[in-house]
């Protein structure tokens, strides 16, 4: 009589296919979070990206805004639209980096747990949080490029101002970038304009930010799992209530997003200066960059927009670890 129990091959295939779709769901859940967060939180991003950017599109003349005042020169100069100018590029990049950053750190601890358990540990998870935002840094910079050039622009009369075209020093010759309408003429205005170079401008300083900020958080976030865990079964061992995974990621995702953000600030100010710079350039990289800042700032100017980056990424982290922890929970 013929056994109807699977056979070795087929269980071999059935584990191989439950990978694929896993490796898989995880780059769709991370692609979604990412967009989510990205797309809630934007405002906030375009009042910090402002704030960085004063030093550049000021000529260094005018006395720095703080954040509520950079939140009413916003709104009083270019409206609720002036907060979302460049959101088109910035969900088109989290979309890319959400993918890679997830997709890479659930595929690579599941090899860990299935093939190598001796190398696991928080510093793997900084590793590989590291290497899955690397990868994403392909579509992500380009798209993060043309945001943040969007974003300190505002209205097209707020831009073409006799303000900000006297107060940038140039050389002879030099034009600060024409206003962009979209993505995707923001896009083939910079290519023409500087070329490849252009779209990728900052790409060191913006790896030198987010490799140490991606690793750090999926680290943060997992010690804090861990701890949240040891601290359940130690002290409420009894405890029959469940806490959902969702809730669990929206306050630890928040909290390890905010430690990251601000001890990556300084690289942040950095790479913000670099991508806005366009093609009057006033920092020839980022180590020149640190030493210029460092000079004429101090250490307020590498810390600069620290607080509205925290402000950012408390709930854009937040939202994005929860919105990932309530896709694993509904499709698993």
Known sequence: ?????????????????????????EFCWGAIAGA????????????????????????????PKSLLQMVRAVAVTDGARGFYRGITPGVTGSLATGATYFGFIESAKKWIEESHPSLGGHWAHFIFGAVGDTLGS??????????????????????????IKDSISRKSGEQIYGYYTGMFQAGSSILKEQGPRGLYAGYWSTLARDVPFA?????????????????KQKWIPSLDHHINSSVEGLLLG??????????TTPLDV??????????????????????????????????????????????????????????RDQIQ
């Open 1 to 25: 009589m013929a056994s109807n129990s699977p056979t070795s091959s087929e269980m071999q295939a059935s584990v191989a296919a439950h990978n694929h779709f896993f490796i898989w769901r």
């Open 36 to 63: 989510f967060g990205e797309g809630m939180m934007h405002p906030v991003d375009t009042v910090k990206t402002r704030i960085q950017s004063q030093a550049i599109l000021s000529g260094g003349i005018q006395t």
């Open 138 to 163: 392909f579509v992500y910079v380009p798209c993060e490029v043309m945001k943040q050039r969007m974003q300190v622009q505002g209205s097209r009369t707020s831009w073409n101002s006799s303000i």
């Open 215 to 231: 690793g750090l958080m999926v680290m943060f976030y997992e010690a804090l799992k861990d701890l949240t865990e040891y601290a």
């Open 254 to 263: 928040g909290l390890a997003g905010g430690f990251s953000a601000y001890l």
């Open 270 to 327: 950095i790479k913000t200066r670099l991508q806005v710079q366009g093609s009057i350039i006033r920092y020839n990289g980022w180590l020149d960059a640190i030493r210029r800042i460092w000079m004429m700032e101090g250490v307020k100017g590498l810390f600069r927009g620290s607080v509205p980056r925290i402000t950012w990424y408390i709930p854009a982290s937040a939202l994005t670890f929860m919105a990932v922890e309530f896709l």
